[in-house]
Structures are given as structure tokens and as C-alpha cells.
């Protein structure tokens, strides 16, 4: 059965990739069209093939969608356009789910869950957004579940913590570019919010795309259906964890990582990016944990080993 995939950044190419690799016929769509990368796979994958598609035009996704049996919006605007960007591509995502008849898999996160507090959070954990990113998410998987249980669509979301690893676009892991890539250079690394201390949860991409392909190969009738599912993820790590291990897979020496000074902080906010990130800013002052203990029951599936996932993420890092 043929799968969709729509937002070919390094969530969209890692789920396409594991859909292709178990056999299923996967088209990868965006706009630009660009295929899998080799931070994904070094060889192409003749079960994935792209498409050009623009997810705010419901006809377009109708289209590529029909005769498919999961329609996966992988798709994640520039962060300072949430608000103009988002409310359409989710009505075109829902919209050719109900037209097309293929079951419809967001990938999201967990900002609709608001502020830290100090249960790990679960797929029942209470939605209660602290700002309008965390809205916008809540309000999508809200009116795709309400479909679901009206009959017009079959509906999941999967939820990731903040992610990292290979294949990842320049800039949209804050692990990535500010924790690792310094510390696997020996450098200190400097924090633009948060406390270096504190646990938190850390998602590797790669599993993100092994959890999707999974619920896209499940019964649409099923249980995996018509629910939020949270991403195989290891036991949370403070920065400073990262830094010393990111450091120790190098083979460098590691550097406390610190918070910049507030002048800097002050002066970084002219940016609209930054002051975007006022939102998240609580989930890295105190524990912000993620239970994802039901998605490994149910589909069988075990987080890839923090050190694995490390060596993995800096060899790339590295080659790049």
C-alpha cells in the first residue's frame, strides 16, 4: 500500500526511508522535491520516490494522496510563521484525508502540554499550552481526533520530544547545532535559555521515522488509530550530560556548557527567532520528561542507545 509523505526535512526523510525499507511504496513530497539525503541513507531507496506539492493546496495533497493508505504530514513551517502557516496546511491535510480516504499521521510535539510539571509526561498527560505555538499543535490534533470520531477520517499523532541526530535540516535541531556539534569541537558550549542542570528528554530522529512507519503499517481499523502515541525516547539528560558525553564520544575534552550572559540574551532578542523561543523557555528551566512507554509495548519498539545515537549524530556532524 502506498504512503504519503508530506515535509521532506530529516523527519519526513527518516519516515519515508523506514516505510521504504520494510517494502512499502512511499512517496516523498514537498516543495522543493528533494529526495532522502545521505545523512539518511548513502544509497537510494528504490521503494521512495518524490513529489512536488504545495500542503496548504488540498486539492494537490487530494491527488497524490488517493489511492494511498496514509497520508503523513511531516511538513514544519519556519517557526516565526506558525500562525499564518499552519491553520491552512492542517485544513488541506484534513481535507484530503477525507477525500482521499487514507488515514492521516501527524507528526507533532509536546507543546501542547504546556509547562513542565513533575510526572513524566504521558499521552494523557492534561493539554493545557502555555502560548500560541503550543495552541496552534493542540488545536490540530483536536479537530483531526473530532474527525476521527465522526467516521470522516482515520487519525493518529505521534509526539517527539526535542529531537536530534543525522540527516536533520541546519537549524532546526537546538541539540544538534548548539549542545553537540560544540562539544564534539571541544568548544564550551552557550545556551540561549535554560538551565544546564536540568533534566530533559532528548528524541533521536530516527526513531521518530521507525515509530511512524509502524503506525503506518498498522490495521487503520485498529488500535493504534484515533490516539497520540509519544516517540521511543532514551532517559532524559541535562546539557551538561550532553556536552560530557557528546565530548567523550569524540575523544575530546569537555566543556561545562554555560548560559550566555544576560547583556548577550539582551541583545540576541532583536532577533524574531529568538523571541520566539520565549514559549519553550520553561521546558528547559526545569525536569521535562517524556514517558513513551505505551508506543514501546505496543509496537514492540526499544529508543536507539543514547551513546549509539551520539556516535551516530557526531560522525555525521563531523562529515558535514
Known sequence: MKTVVVGAGGIGQWTAHEIGLAGGEVILASRSGRGIGPGVSATPNPNVRTARV??????ALTELATGAGVLVNAVNPPYTDWDEKWPPMAAAFLQAAERSGAALLTVGNLYPYGRPTAAPMTESSPVAPNGHKGQIRARMWQEAEEAHRAGRIRAAELRAADYF???????????????????IASKTAHHIMGVVDVPHSWTYVPDIGRLAAAIAASDPAGDAWGRVWHVPTTPPKTLTDVARDAAAVAGVPAHTPRPYSRIVKTVMRVSPLIRELDEMAPAFESPYVLDSSAAQARFGLAPTPWREALEETATWLRAG
Do not use: F, Q
Open 54 to 59: 504545495d500542503a496548504t493546496d488540498a486539492n
Open 165 to 183: 541526530g543525522p540527516g536533520v535540516s541546519e537549524g532546526m535541531s537546538y541539540l544538534n547545532t548548539y549542545a553537540i556539534k560544540p562539544a
